[in-house]
């Protein structure tokens, strides 16, 4: 079996619609598999001629010839071959089967497993001997009716989900999403009343709806049997327990299941018409069957000798007769003989011939009875046996079979008296018989009916009575159904099965202790055990019947209410208050969950709140039509929601959903749906509330929409329809929402409505409640089911204290009334609270478990209250009077967000607004939601983010520790469309030196990161393409066939975030959220289906994303951090970690990880070290892993044993890079070299390592991809570049160049050249096309700090560094030419002259020199900034005038007047610019350290003579113009940012800034408008304009932006 999607995901890299054709080779190995997007079609002859009907479909291509199977001339295709098309849809797959016509034509019938695979389900073949018809699980009858399609179709519980797969399937299953539900227990029977003993006579079988149940009577243990889609109509099971048959309501088919492994083996079409009677010969193999349809009824006869070998059965002979049959049983002696009866004859039927042969005996000793039962018996060895048979006269007649006559006819009346009444049942032994009757009597009596051995009485009729096979135990099934089996040894009854005999209508799970009450239309209100099953108690109500029930929060108690209106409170089985308020059919009662209030509605519209604290309820209010009319509702017309605070119902119309505050029943909402989502008229079904941290409220409608609304602004947020028709049933939990719809309820993702899970309930659903724990769903119809729910946190045990969500807990004293109350702590919310001040009440529920498989994260966005006490509260929330609608959370903070539903900022930002300073002011824990975003703040200890509590950071390179980024990205800001913005991003320089593992390799195009942009470049041409959407430094990557998956680490309370893009289009796909931290390592599985990323040494979780929605699929812990991960390219489920430790997990077949921890040998701990530390690590095409050290080692790990088995010294320093592929290891790190080991097997055991090759780099390797062959492949260094590698030429190209260090300056020469300033000491020079370094020249001792090109000649440059010095270097010789010192202090910016024969330079101490380029000279030191010891940050020399400025950090700028020729330079004027006496961060602004200000920054306008552009720290955020002519200023425009780089763009009229809010802004010099560019992670420091290429550059850290100017 070939799993297709696989193959072509791996060797393709494409995903194609069809398989065109698969080529073998000799040894049966796949040689090639060929793809296509076409449907072929055979009967396509050529796509002119006209489509057959029902055969051909628009868009089918004839067969290629080498594709077309051979047909002899004169004959037709289809004489030779089946085409089989599945699924049956215009979008799925066609295939066409050899399949030659002397055989069965075979449709393969198919389960949708949940990732979408399609996994084939083969059951033995049924052959009808008679019709010479064949029937399979895997064929498909061609003149079946639509009813038997409908059984094919629901074979699995589960539509999406293989339950039990052949056994060829068993080794995927561990590949299967596992069901949310799985059917745990039933409770109850019926409709078909069969019931059978176990052979060892233990256990017994019954049906219960569709499902038939298997049940031990000593410890009540159930096997379901599951498949059939409608209500079972008869079973049987044969003698010695192997096989049982049973047959449904409306479909003709019968099931054969093997008991022991409760597996349907076959099916068996009887006839047109289902089978009423089933019986198992008990003298040898053959199954008789028995249709009814009116006035004939059928008998079928099959032959089961075989069933064991073959797994087939065969008809032996069919007949018939016209009566209607009611009874029917195979001889015990002789298959050959069976006997039937209807209400007036008995027919017994002998096998002749093949055939069929009947008496028929309608009267017995001249008289007629109506006959009820029919028995089997034998009397003195007789080997034909006699027939008994039971009458409503209360007469047993004995029938000789052999003459077929009557022998005798027992009255019991005349042996008992006139108490016996219609026997309804009889059970014969060969030592005594059994009768039930009218009277609720169950007689043991001798074998002769004479004598009264043992009586059972009961409440109601005994309608039917078995005896065990060995005679030791009796059952019996009275009217009430309940069921009691009696042990004729110990003479000891017990009952063993009770059950409603009408259906259920509504069923509550007590939160206090494991016990479930339903009502049902038998007028009856039963309590349940829910371990055991076993009734507790019951209360029957004559003349009407319970509508609802509700368990009150914490005390135990019932209410029910009634369909006269009456309402009643039942503790321990006795009615101790009634309530006559209402006089029509209650559909509610409902309690608040903090148990406060209840509220009760009835059909006429009514609503009456009650006080349901004290010890007899109390009315408080009652409203009339409120309550939408009817009771259709019932009995969940009114909901509350989870945080006791809201009430919500149809009402006051069918058509409006109301929702009331939950104390005072004012009006917070009322919304008209009858037109919201459709055209036409609609009406509210149904309302149920979310979750407990969100404001959802979902309303389902009779046209089938599910809307969520959002509770605080009305606002329909999304609307949904899981069915064609109405949706009457909604629950929600945690993750999930559960609708039903008649017997099948689906299960789908809490946040999108997506991700659905179908199940079939077997029975019509009339209600279902979870249970508290949430691991349980309650479902009632015409029976109850318990289903096992997998929704809730694994781990969670249900408390009584953490269910209850009252703020007091409240207890009474019977003889004093008086309230005693103590405060419930902890829970969901929880409040740090002063010592001097009360604690106020605070609503709780379960805290989840932080390991759970969510599928979203829901954050609200005014959880925090900044009140003085300090508390949680939900009431800014949901009660927010605000008559503004306020946006749906959903829209903005789910974890997996849509590229088209941007919203705004998220809870986490504004979370991340409050100060350190109020940190204390944060609840003490602030749950998290779905299991996400864990942040705690403990009372003993500091806060998580604080620098006293955060670990120790790990000294491993591979593990990514960035420091902190100085500024935000601003939230608010301007992004122009592309036809109208004035910049567009044409080119990134650089490759991020922080990133690990960066680096993706996709054919032609190399795909890379810089600070927040994933750069797509195309090898060949050198074109860029920009993916950007994040916000923080993207420190790795990770690609599968058609998707790259990016992610960026966390800044102050924002999280970590991973966009996916689709690698062809470039187009972003889904944004997630989950760890708070920053992103260790990002990798996909083999196959794509899951997505792994690890967060970093202060998380230490491990996320498995599933890519098929983006939903969070599991997550777990590991006690250390981790540096690396690498999956099994073999298996999607198994991946290991290298950190601290080495650890092999596995995805098993429950969804769940499991880990184990690898070993090492003591020789190789001596080697290695005991610190060592794993930091690397690659997988082989075997299945072995190798892993690398900081120490230098490469070691060799199995992951069956998980032990180290190989390990040598490879580098000196630290591995942090390994890569595997056709028997050749490459390893680097640290060390700086990359080396190519050759791997060679010599043995079974022995590994051989030899060092092929060795190539040396310019800095520690982080990243490196490599082709398929291990020739060519692409390097990344802490430097900031990517290096081509061939290794067959060994050599290494410079691909793309980057800076190893932070970017000072920036300075373009009069060419196409422009030079650029790094912190590390180097001056490198850029060419501009092609983007490639020309020069580099560096300074070991001292920092390059600032840099410009001689405008008279563009061959010399200039650079100032941190010692005080200025270098001349002659980029013609590249050389340098000049050195000199004129400062002692760092040198903070250069600039020449307008004829380029005056240098001058300032420092950091605020000093300014006049110098001579050509001799070096010191022409003039001006101190007159000096006195502040703010450094220079702008020099300008005006190009319009002679004049030059000087600007200093502290906002003064000097106007200097100069006439180079004579020396004379004047200053003319001088300017102090005012500012606050504080940051603007809020701290004192220290006079000695202006680095926490923004930078002051002028410049001379090109456009405005005697003009000077200023802008820097002030009262307002502002570019002025200053006019130092007139003394005055001229115009101001404001700015959003505080600017720390500016630059004019004179032939367009703009001006360029960078903002320390990362962005690049340009603002039109006349009117102010402006317009943001996002490109970098951190503030803009360089902001730039080359006038000869018209580009904008701009740079921050280390990476550098270039923008064509389209203006």
């Known amino acids: 079996m070939f799993n297709f999607p696989h193959l072509l995901r791996k060797y393709v890299n494409r995903e194609y619609s069809h398989i065109k054709s698969i080529k073998l080779c000799a040894n049966m190995f796949v040689k090639n598999v060929f793809s296509t997007s076409k449907a072929y079609n055979p009967h396509v002859i050529d796509k002119k001629v006209k489509l057959i009907d029902e055969i051909t479909k628009p868009g089918d291509e004839p067969f290629p010839r080498e594709m077309r199977y051979p047909v002899p001339n004169g004959h037709t295709w289809r004489e030779f071959y089946e085409f ?36 084939f389900k083969e059951l033995p073949v049924v052959k009808n001997k008679a019709s010479n018809a064949s029937i399979s699980m895997r064929s498909k009858p061609k003149k079946a009716s639509e009813k038997i399609d409908e059984d094919f179709q629901n074979m699995s519980l589960i539509e999406n989900v293989t339950i039990s797969p052949s056994k060829r399937n068993k080794k995927n299953k ?61 079973f049987t099971v044969d003698q010695a327990d192997e096989y049982m048959t049973s047959s449904q309501k409306d479909s ?46 059928k008998l079928i006869l099959w032959d089961t000798s075989f069933l064991k070998l073959k797994g087939d059965i065969s008809i032996i002979c069919e007949g018939s007769c016209s009566d209607n049959l009611i009874k029917g049983q195979l001889s015990p002696v002789s298959s050959s003989k069976m006997a039937t009866c209807s209400s007036r004859s008995l027919q017994i039927w002998r096998l002749r011939a093949g055939k069929l042969k009947s008496c028929s005996i309608s009267q017995f000793f001249g008289l007629e009875y109506v006959l009820r039962d029919l028995r089997w018996g034998s009397v003195g060895g007789d080997t034909e046996g006699f027939i008994y048979l039971a009458t409503a006269a209360g007469i047993i007649i004995e029938v000789d079979s052999s003459k077929a006559s009557t022998v005798r006819c027992v009255d019991l009346c005349a042996a008992e008296g006139p108490g016996v009444k219609c ?103 039963r309590v349940w055990n829910l371990d055991s099953l076993s009734q507790i108690y019951e209360v029957f109500s004559a003349g009407e019947f319970p509508t609802t029930v509700a368990y009150h929060p914490y005390k135990g108690s019932i209410v029910a209410g009634y369909s006269k209106g009456t309402v009643r409170v039942i503790e321990g089985g006795n009615v101790t208050e009634e309530l006559l308020d209402l006089t029509s059919c209650i559909t509610s009662t409902t309690f608040l969950p903090n148990g406060e209030y209840l509220y009760v509605s009835d059909a006429l519209g009514t609503l009456i709140m009650y006080q349901a604290t004290k010890t007899q309820l109390v009315q408080l209010k009652s409203i009339k039509h409120i309550v939408a009319k009817g009771g259709h509702r019932c009995p969940s017309a009114v909901q509350a929601s989870r945080d006791s605070r809201m009430i919500g119902f149809a009402g006051p119309t069918e058509h409006c959903v109301t929702v009331l505050e939950a104390s005072t029943l004012t009006c917070l909402i009322k919304l008209d749906v009858s037109s919201a989502v459709s055209s036409c008229l609609d009406s509210v079904q149904s309302v149920v509330f979310g979750t407990v941290l969100s404001r959802d409220l979902f309303v389902s409608t009779m046209s089938g ?22 949706t009457p049933h909604l629950l929600v939990s945690e993750n999930y929402i559960v609708t039903a719809n008649q017997s099948k309820f689906n299960v789908c993702d809490y946040s999108s409505m997506a991700g659905l899970q179908k199940y079939v309930a077997y029975h019509a659903i009339n209600h279902m409640t979870f249970t508290p724990s949430l691991t349980e769903l309650v479902i009632c119809g015409d029976g109850i089911s318990i289903w096992g729910f997998s929704g809730r946190k694994p781990g969670l045990n249900f408390n009584k204290d953490d269910y209850t969500t009252i703020a007091k807990r409240v207890s009474f004293d019977q003889e004093s009334g008086v309230e005693e109350s103590d405060v419930v702590e902890s829970g969901i919310m929880s409040t740090l609270i002063e010592e001097d001040k009360p604690q106020s009440p605070v609503l709780m529920a379960p805290t989840p478990d932080l390991l759970e498989p969510v599928q979203s994260d829901i954050r609200l966005e005014d959880t925090l209250d900044n009140s003085g006490e300090k508390t949680l509260d939900m009431s800014s929330i949901l009660l927010d009077p605000s008559p503004s609608p306020a946006p749906h959370p959903l829209a903005q903070t789910v974890t997996v967000t849509d590229h088209h539903d941007k919203g705004s900022d998220s809870e986490l930002e504004n ?67 592309t036809d109208s913005c004035g910049l567009e991003l044409v080119t990134m320089l650089g490759n991020d030196r922080e990133g690990r593992a960066n680096v993706v390799w996709r054919g032609t195009v190399l795909f890379y990161t810089l600070g927040n942009v994933i750069i797509a470049e195309d090898l060949k041409t050198s074109k860029q393409e920009h993916l950007i959407e994040h916000t923080e430094t993207i420190t790795s990557l990770a690609s599968t066939c058609d998707r790259i998956a990016s992610c960026s680490g966390a800044h102050k309370l924002q999280p970590s975030q991973i966009c996916i893009w689709n690698a062809d289009t470039f187009q972003l796909l889904h944004t997630c959220t989950y760890h708070e931290h920053q992103i260790q390592c990002l990798e996909f599985t083999v196959d794509g289906s899951y997505l792994l990323s690890v967060g970093n040494y202060k998380e230490n979780a491990l996320v498995l994303w599933d890519s098929n929605n983006w939903a969070v699929h599991t997550v777990a812990k590991t006690e250390h951090y981790v540096h690396a991960v690498a999956c099994d390219p073999q298996n999607a489920t198994e991946f290991v970690t290298a950190g601290k430790c080495v650890q092999f997990w596995i995805l098993d077949h429950k969804q769940e990880l499991s880990v184990a921890t690898g070993t090492l040998p003591m020789q190789f701990i001596r080697s290695i070290g005991d610190e060592a530390e794993f930091t690397a690590v690659t997988y082989t095409d075997t299945g072995m892993v190798y892993i690398g050290t900081n120490t230098g080692y490469v070691t060799l790990w199995d992951p069956r044993s998980t032990a180290c088995i190989l390990h040598w010294s490879a580098h000196p320093q630290e591995v942090d890079l390994l890569w595997y592929q056709n028997a050749s290891l490459v390893s680097g790190g640290v060390s700086k070299n990359l080396k190519l080991w050759n791997i060679q097997k010599t043995d079974a055991d022995d590994t051989s390592v030899m060092l092929h090759d060795e190539l040396e780099f310019d800095a520690a390797i982080v990243s490196c991809v490599m082709d398929e062959q291990m020739n060519l492949g692409i390097v990344g260094t802490t430097s900031g570049t990517l290096w081509y590698v061939n290794w067959e030429e060994k050599t290494s190209i410079r691909l793309v160049g980057g800076h190893p260090d932070q970017v000072n300056d920036i300075a373009f020469s009069s060419g196409d050249t422009f030079a650029v300033a790094i912190e590390d000491g180097s001056l490198r020079l850029w060419n501009y096309e092609p983007l490639e370094q020309a020069v580099q020249f560096q300074v070991v001792s001292a920092s390059c700090t600032c840099i410009v090109f001689r405008p008279d000649d563009s061959t010399r440059i200039s650079a100032g560094y941190g010692d005080g010095t200025i270098r001349t270097f002659d980029l013609a010789s590249v050389a340098m030419i000049c050195k000199m010192a004129p400062h002692r202090q760092a040198i903070t910016i250069l600039r020449y002259s307008q004829n380029g024969q005056v ?49 200093t950090a502290d906002r003064r700028v000097s106007v200097w007047a100069a006439d180079w020729e004579t020396d004379n330079n004047k200053m003319i004027c001088w300017l102090s610019f005012p500012a606050p006496s504080f940051t603007p961060s809020g701290d004192p602004v220290d006079k000695n350290n202006y680095r926490s200000l923004p930078p002051s920054l002028a410049l001379f306008s090109p456009l405005e003579r005697d003009t000077i552009l200023y802008a820097g720290y002030g009262l307002l955020q502002e570019i002025l113009f200053y006019n130092f002519k007139t003394k005055e200023t001229v115009r101001k425009i404001n700015l959003a940012h505080w600017a720390t780089a500016l630059d004019i763009i004179p032939n367009s009229n703009l ?28 503030e803009v420091g360089i902001a730039g304009y080359w006038e000869k290429n018209n580009v904008v550059c701009s740079g921050s850290g280390a990476g550098i932006a270039l923008w064509n100017v389209k203006v």
């Open 174 to 234: 561990k590949d299967k999403i596992p069901p949310i539900c799985a059917l745990k227990k039933v409770l109850g029977f019926g409709p078909c009343k069969n019931f059978e003993f176990s052979n060892n006579t233990e256990n017994i079988y019954y049906a219960s709806g569709s499902i038939v149940v298997m049940q031990s009577i000593e410890s009540g243990s159930q096997k379901l049997f599951t498949g059939h889609s409608d209500s079972i109509l008869t």
């Open 423 to 525: 026997i309804n049942s009889i059970g014969v032994h060969s030592a005594f018989g059994v009768t039930g009757t009218d009277d609720g009597n169950l007689k043991v009596w001798d074998s002769q009916f004479g004598e009264v051995i043992l009586n059972v009485e009961h409440e109601s009729a005994v309608k039917s009575c078995l005896i065990s096979a060995n005679g030791l135990k009796l059952l019996a099934v009275t009217e009430t159904d309940s069921v009691g089996v009696l042990d004729a040894t110990t003479k000891s009854y017990s009952t063993v099965l009770r059950s409603h005999s009408k259906k259920v209508t509504a069923v509550a799970v007590d939160p206090c202790q494991r016990q479930l009450a339903s009502i049902s239309h038998d007028s009856s209100l």
């Open 911 to 977: 979370v991340s607004a409050l100060s350190d300073d109020n940190s204390e002011e944060l609840p003490k824990t602030l749950a998290p939601i779905n299991g996400q975003h864990p942040f705690e703040i403990s009372p003993d200890s500091a806060s998580p983010r604080s620098p006293e509590a955060s670990p120790e950071p790990p000294l491993a390179l591979r593990h990514i520790t960035l420091d902190s980024p100085k500024s935000t990205l601003s939230e608010k800001r301007y992004m122009a469309g």
């Open 84 to 119: 089989i098309v599945f699924p049956p849809s215009s979008e799925n797959l066609s295939v066409s089967v050899p399949n030659p016509r002397s055989t069965t034509p075979v449709n393969p019938s198919f389960v949708s497993s949940k990732n979408g695979e399609r996994v």
């Open 705 to 726: 929409k599910v809307l969520r609304v959002d509770t605080k602004s009305g606002v329909i947020v999304s609307d949904h329809q899981p069915y064609p028709s109405s």
């Open 1551 to 1578: 001006i360029v800034i960078g903002s320390h809010d990362r962005l690049v802004t340009i603002v039109d010099y006349t009117s102010g408008t402006f317009q943001d560019f996002v490109a970098h992670d951190n």
């Open 1399 to 1447: 240098l001058v330079s300032g420092d950091s101490n605020g000093l300014a020199s006049v110098i001579n380029s050509e001799t070096g000279l010191i022409m003039r030191v001006i101190s007159d900034h000096k006195k502040s010891t703010a450094a220079v940050t702008s020099l300008n020399f005006s190009t319009l005038s002679p004049h030059w400025l000087i600007a």
């Open 252 to 297: 003709p088919l019968i099931r054969i299941w093997r008991v022991s492994s409760q597996e349907c083996i076959a099916l068996v079409k009887s006839s047109e018409e289902p089978c009423s009677i089933l019986h198992f010969s008990l003298a040898d193999k053959a199954l008789l069957g028995v249709t009814c349809s009116r006035p004939r009824s």
